[in-house]
């Protein structure tokens, strides 16, 4: 099925909590909820420095990323490909994650510590997209 790239981008560009899914050492899934940004190409997403999620792509290299709508009109959009692992994340970067969910006064609040120093940079690039149906789109 053809995706709709116009309004895939404008859907995963809005504050969507999403699962991201990887595989640890013995072949078992792991999903968790994640936070991202959708640059147009790749999904940025931060995480603890040693989380399982870390983990697992340093190990595997590959990772699903699922965002849904739910209610009336429930689609979701699934992206799958491989990853790569960045360097500790900045105080920028974090705050402006925080501000895209959480607003700016929320986020200074959140950012103003450290934290972002015990986290690590890591990005999908979707090479297969699926359960997209643009039709389902209001």
């Known amino acids: 099925m053809e995706i709709d790239t116009e309004q895939r981008d404008a859907f995963l560009k809005q504050p969507n909590t999403a699962v991201l899914a990887t595989v640890d050492a013995k072949g078992r899934p792991h999903a968790v909820p994640v936070w991202y940004l959708w640059t147009g190409a790749v999904f940025e997403i931060i995480g603890g420095t040693d989380s399982a999620k870390m983990r697992h792509i340093e190990l595997n290299g590959r990772a699903a990323l699922c965002v849904d709508k739910r209610g009336n009109g429930a689609f979701h959009i699934t992206a799958e490909g491989p990853c ?19 607003g700016a006064v929320a986020a200074a609040k959140v950012v103003a510590g450290d934290g972002h120093l015990a986290q690590r940079f890591l990005t999908l690039n979707p090479e297969r997209w699926y359960g997209w149906t643009s039709a389902q789109m209001k």
């Open 84 to 102: 790569e692992l960045g360097p500790t994340a900045t105080r920028d970067w974090r705050l402006k994650l925080h501000t895209h969910y959480r």
